[in-house]
């Protein structure tokens, strides 16, 4: 099974301020690697795949990089609304080996 | 519009079944292949189960293997998970979730499964 690790747990930023998330696999998956968002009381939602590409409706301020096992994921100018948990998740050689999340990052409000 | 209800959750004796469903519509639901991801409150998240757009192949977490069933009816547009022998552990939120090349492209609000005595 892979094991995706996510660092770090918790980042506190500043309303306007960018915001760099780490991803890493413990064998590379090139760039088969998704991040998705989550607030309070709501279901993931998508934000990029194969890990450079936003999904439908997301805003440039979101991007990511990465390939083999290091990934990141920027968000260059905090707004309120992404105040949030983010969650990276590999897919490959998907199947048979498992879907693995990694346990997240909270972006909290400086 | 992509939507994703899931329902049928509630809460049950260890040891005890759950079928949970989830209804799908705005898309062309067997195109798709569906999973069943789970989120244990305030935890993060845990990918159960896949099927193919077909119904011909599934695939299990090893936490839930020979335990929960995940079928579909293209017909009706739904989804569904049979979960039996439950386990204190498998309590948590679950979420339906619509595959795009292996990644989630869009997933249901969740149901809550509370296994408790």
Not at chain 1, 80 to 87: G, N
Not at chain 2, 1 to 10: C, D, I, K, P, T
Not at chain 2, 16 to 45: E, I
Not at chain 2, 85 to 104: M, P
Request: proline share 4%; aromatic share 12%; net charge neutral.
């Amino acid at each position: 099974e892979i094991v995706m690790t996510q660092s770090p747990a918790t980042l506190s930023v500043s309303p306007g301020e960018r915001a760099t998330l780490s991803c890493r696999a413990s064998q590379s998956i090139s760039t088969s690697l998704a991040w998705y968002q989550q607030k309070p009381g709501q279901a993931p939602r998508l934000l990029i795949y194969g890990a450079s590409t936003r999904a439908t409706g997301i805003p440039a301020r979101f991007s990511g990089r990465g390939s083999g096992t290091e990934f990141t994921l920027s968000i260059s100018s905090l707004q309120s609304e992404d105040f949030a948990v983010y969650y990276c998740q590999q897919y490959s050689d998907w199947p048979p080996t498992t879907l693995t999340f990694g346990g997240g990052t909270k972006v909290e409000i400086k | 519009e992509v939507q994703l209800v899931a329902s049928g959750g509630g809460v049950v004796q260890p040891g005890g079944s759950l079928r949970l469903s989830c209804a799908a519509s705005g898309f062309t639901f067997d195109d798709y292949a569906m999973h069943w991801v789970r989120q244990a409150p305030g935890k993060g998240l845990e990918w159960v189960s896949l099927i193919t757009r077909d119904g011909g192949s599934t695939f299990y977490a090893d936490s839930v293997k020979g335990r929960f069933s995940i079928s579909r009816d293209n017909k009706k547009g739904s989804l569904y998970l049979q979960m039996n022998s439950l386990r204190i552990e498998d309590t948590a939120f679950y979420y339906c979730a619509k595959e795009s090349l292996q990644y989630f492209e869009q997933w249901g609000q969740g149901t809550l499964v509370t296994v408790s005595s």
